[in-house]
């Protein structure tokens, strides 16, 4: 898959997996099954599970995961959970192909994420018109 290809797969898999980090935090990799949790929030846990693998609640997550989950809102910090994703999905083509069918799979479902942007920042993403104000 072109390193294009990958970096949409991992966006459009982004808001599940902080759906997934916000809903169940440090448990996110546990393997227990929450029939509680909406539609986003299982496919970003199984999503992260299969790139992650299993954990038990007492285990340590991996570093950009855990990161994540003490500073949800940091840019930076998603961006190299989605960094570590990515060299995970590059260096595994059956996992690729599992992540790919849990994110066709998903039930279509509306999915909303708040982007910030410095001034004289851009932030790319899909479906997405930037209008810049007159100077």
């Known amino acids: ?19 997934a980090v916000s809903a169940y935090g ?9 029939d ?3 539609a986003t929030v299982g496919v970003g846990r199984r999503f ?4 992650f693998g299993h954990r038990r609640e007492d285990e340590p997550l991996p570093e950009p995961v855990a ?8 840019a930076d910090v998603l961006g190299a959970l989605r960094r570590a994703i990515r060299r995970q999905l590059e260096a595994d083509p ?16 509306t999915v909303t994420q708040h982007i910030k942007a410095g ?6 993403a899909r479906d997405m018109t930037i209008n810049r104000p007159a100077e």
Not at 67 to 74: G, H, I, R, Y
């Open 1 to 19: 898959m072109a390193g294009e290809e990958l970096a949409t797969l991992v966006a459009d898999a982004t808001p599940y997996i902080t759906a």
């Open 119 to 124: 001034r004289d920042a851009y932030v790319a």
């Open 67 to 74: 990161e994540l989950v003490e500073f949800p809102d940091d």
């Open 48 to 51: 992260l599970q299969r790139v």
């Open 94 to 109: 059956e996992m690729l192909a599992d992540c790919r069918t849990i994110l066709v799979n998903a039930p279509q479902t």
């Open 26 to 34: 440090r448990a996110v990799l546990a393997k227990v099954q929450d």
């Open 36 to 38: 509680a949790a909406d």
